[in-house]
């Protein structure tokens, strides 16, 4: 199906150029297509539920720039605070009201929330959550879950050792056995392999880090008691619990997936969302552990462009929509159960080996015939065949993520014919996919 995601002439063209320039032609890898094959599509423009390619071909968006467009591209109130703060300042490298304005906003929507420090990216925000846990606990170990992706900070670029109560080993080249050697990695959903690596290692784990719901094997979401789990065994063995809010905060609730479970953090790392659509990040929780950052307390982070204008106009004004639409959250619950309900039904029928899994607006299609609650089974997927499907539901001008492993996105601004016209394409595109 390569022929099909090569038909774009101009997004040829755009690719043979950049990747005289960039590594792979790409500032971010899953964007290269090495995943489905053939030659990305460059996107031209963007409005609502849609994007526009270089050739001036339109698809439905589910990928809605990995997660920030809750509301959907160009939303007008998000367009109209970025012209107004342009026209002021830009950025300025000093403090403004736009950035105590999006704190007091921020705590007041997040539950586990008191204090708040605002960076440039997720990855940023976890690798400053993580350097607070070490600073505040003493000690050197974090503890991730395989299949999770908390950025490309070295302390998580970590895969399983040869058991779950060993360390891991580096998954990339430029990571150091000294770094690997202070992460370990248990099973997401699987309480007994965190307990045994607590047993193993007492007194040397800092942190637990965990997407809540995870977005980076593919949309998984936590079973009963898994984070309530996660909860109890941080506070019996004194370790900091940091949800990787990233991805799920204000997409699977207006206070995230922490208050759409009912578990609370020592820790939250905040991204997408928070700068709607522009570059942001963010960490805080517990007043005494972010009180121990620099300036108040020894522990250093810094950055020229955290709290930038424009990303506090932009984000401030997404909020303030989320927040005073009372409805939102329904009206994606109900868009992303018409999706699960046609397309469960038609897998059930066809009898096809594929999982629809769902927290919210965030979704997934496993090609694989098992139901998907850790990596384990994640990687069992048929990842040739979804490189097939990928093609053909791309030729039928509906985008999602270019890799079996990423979650989709359902935005404020797809409708229900957006959802029943996906339907269709993705059932067909099965077919032939599975043909």
Known sequence: MSSVIESSATSASLFARAQQLLPGGVNSPVRAFRAVGGTPRFIARARGARVWDEDGRELVDYIGAWGPHLLGHGHPAVVEAIQRQAAIATSVGMPTRLEVEMAETLVRLVPSLEMIRMVNSGTE?????????????????????????????????????????????PDSPGVTPATAHDTLTARFNDLGSVRAIFSAHPDRIAAVIVEPVVGNMGVVAPGPGFLAGLRDLCTANGAVLIFDEVMTGFRVARGGAQERYGVSPDLTTLGKIVGGGLPVGAFGGRTDLMSRVSPSGPIYQAGTLSGNPLA???????????????????????????????????????????????????????????????WNDASTAD?????????????????VAPSQFEANFISAAHTPEDISRTIAAIVQSLEAAHA
């Open 383 to 399: 990842t040739v065949r979804f490189g097939r499907y990928f093609g053909e539901l791309l030729a039928r001008g509906v985008l």
């Open 125 to 169: 925000a976890t690798m400053a959550a993580l350097r607070v846990a070490r600073g505040a606990t003493g000690r050197p170990a974090v503890l991730k879950f395989e299949g999770c992706y908390h950025g490309h900070g070295d302390s998580f670029l970590v895969k399983a050792g040869s058991g779950a109560a060993t360390f891991g080993t």
């Open 312 to 374: 506090m106009a932009a984000g401030l004004a997404a909020l303030h929509v989320i927040e005073s639409d009372r409805d939102l959250y329904q009206r994606l619950e109900t868009l992303g159960a018409q999706l699960e309900e046609g397309l469960t039904a038609a897998i059930a029928v066809r009898r096809l080996p594929c999982q629809f899994a769902r927290v919210g607006s965030m979704w997934t299609l496993f090609f694989t015939a098992s139901p998907v609650t850790s």
